[in-house]
Each structure stands twice: as structure tokens, then as C-alpha cells.
Nanobody
Framework: VQLVESGGGLVQPGGSLRLSCVVSGFLYRGNTLAWYRQTTGNQRDLVARISENGVADVADSVKARFTISRDNEKHTAYLQMNNLKPEDSGVYLC?????????WGQGTQVTVSS
């Protein structure tokens, strides 16, 4: 299983980004896709996750600004981030949790700065 993230970049405070995560390989039914943010010290914080049937869970700190979604036919997860703040900066990693294991992508850098 491989995950490839894209969509990161440099954006000013108040701006928006849409991250994508394309998953390839064998996917088991009942998998969960998630986005994590990694900051200095390699700590990974859960930002949002979504089950195969679309039940989403978004961290309280970003719930009003971020939306997670997925397209099962395209094997892709998305993270729409609006009204970005400097504290949202970090490497955003995609993760899939399914029977047989948990897999990670390499991440995409998001920098929010004026």
C-alpha cells in the first residue's frame, strides 16, 4: 500500500489549501483514512479522519475551518483547509488504517506565513 500526498505550499494567513492523498495497492473494506500534522520534534497530531462510509471526525481546534472527505472510487482522501493560521504550518501526512496494517505517506509541507 502506498500513499502520495499533494497540495501543500506557502499560503498567507486567511488563505486556503486543498490537500489530496492518493492511495494505491490493496484496500480492505472498513479502512479509515486520516490526516496528521507533524511539527518540530516529529510529534504527529491527528487533524481529521474519515471512515470508508464517510463518517468524519475532525479535531476540535480546526473543526470550524477544515473539512475531510474521500472518493472511494478514486481511492483518494482530501483535506480542505480554510482560513489558515500560522499555527497550522507543518508537514501533513496521510495515513490509512486497515486490516493488515497501518501505512503512511511521505507528507506535504504546509507553510502559513505573511
Amino acid at each position: 500500500v502506498q500513499l502520495v500526498e499533494s497540495g501543500g505550499g506557502l499560503v498567507q494567513p486567511g488563505g486556503s489549501l486543498r490537500l489530496s492523498c492518493v492511495v494505491s495497492g490493496f484496500l480492505y473494506r472498513g479502512n479509515t483514512l486520516a490526516w496528521y500534522r507533524q511539527t518540530t520534534g516529529n510529534q504527529r497530531d491527528l487533524v481529521a479522519r474519515i471512515s470508508e462510509n464517510g463518517v468524519a471526525d475532525v479535531a476540535d481546534s480546526v473543526k470550524a475551518r477544515f473539512t475531510i472527505s474521500r472518493d472511494n472510487e478514486k481511492h483518494t482522501a482530501y483535506l480542505q483547509m480554510n482560513n489558515l493560521k500560522p499555527e497550522d504550518s507543518g508537514v501533513y501526512l496521510c495515513n490509512i488504517d486497515q486490516w493488515g496494517g497501518t501505512y503512511w505517506g511521505q507528507g506535504t509541507q504546509v507553510t502559513v506565513s505573511s
